[in-house]
C-alpha cells in the first residue's frame, strides 16, 4: 500500500540537532517533489521546506532558512529533514508530503498554503525541552 511515514522524531533539548526520515512504501518517491510541514499547537500548518522531482531545487520557508536542509536519497526511497539548534519553538508535529510533481511546479509552489498534495505522512512529534 501506498505510505508515507516519518520517523526519527523525539524529545530534544535546545541546540541540538535532529534528522527526520521520510520514508515510501508501496510508490517510488523518485518522481514525487516532497514538502516537510510542521504543525505546533494552536498554529495552523506551516511549510518549511520543499524540494523539486524535476531538478532538486529546494526552497525553505524564512523560519527554516539557516538551520533547515532538505535532501533525498533515492536508493533509500527516503527524504530527510535535517534541523539544527533546535529551540523550543520548534516543538510540533512533522509532516512530509509527496505531490505529483510537473516541470512547471516550482519548489517555492509546494511549500505554498493550500498546495494539493498527493499523499501525507501521519506526521511525527518533536518536543524540544530542557
Known amino acids: 500500500q501506498v505510505q508515507l511515514a516519518e520517523s526519527g522524531g523525539g524529545l530534544v533539548q535546545p541546540g541540538e540537532s535532529l534528522r527526520l526520515s521520510c520514508a515510501g512504501s508501496g510508490f517510488n518517491l523518485e518522481p514525487y517533489g516532497i514538502g516537510w510541514f510542521r504543525q505546533a499547537p494552536g498554529k495552523e500548518r506551516e511549510g518549511l521546506a520543499c524540494?523539486?522531482?524535476?531538478?532538486?531545487?529546494?526552497y525553505y520557508a524564512d523560519s527554516a532558512k539557516g538551520r533547515f536542509t532538505i535532501s533525498r536519497d533515492i536508493a533509500k526511497n527516503t527524504v530527510f529533514l535535517q534541523i539544527h539548534s533546535l529551540q523550543n519553538a520548534d516543538t510540533a508535529v512533522y509532516y512530509c508530503?509527496?505531490?505529483?510533481?510537473?516541470?512547471?511546479?516550482?519548489?517555492?509552489?509546494?511549500?505554498?498554503?493550500?498546495?494539493?498534495?498527493?499523499?501525507w505522512g501521519r506526521g511525527i512529534q518533536v518536543t524540544v525541552s530542557s
Open positions: 508530503a509527496a505531490a505529483t510533481d510537473p516541470w512547471f511546479t516550482t519548489a517555492q509552489a509546494m511549500c505554498s498554503r493550500g498546495f494539493d498534495y498527493n499523499y
Open positions: 524540494i523539486s522531482s524535476v531538478d532538486d531545487s529546494t
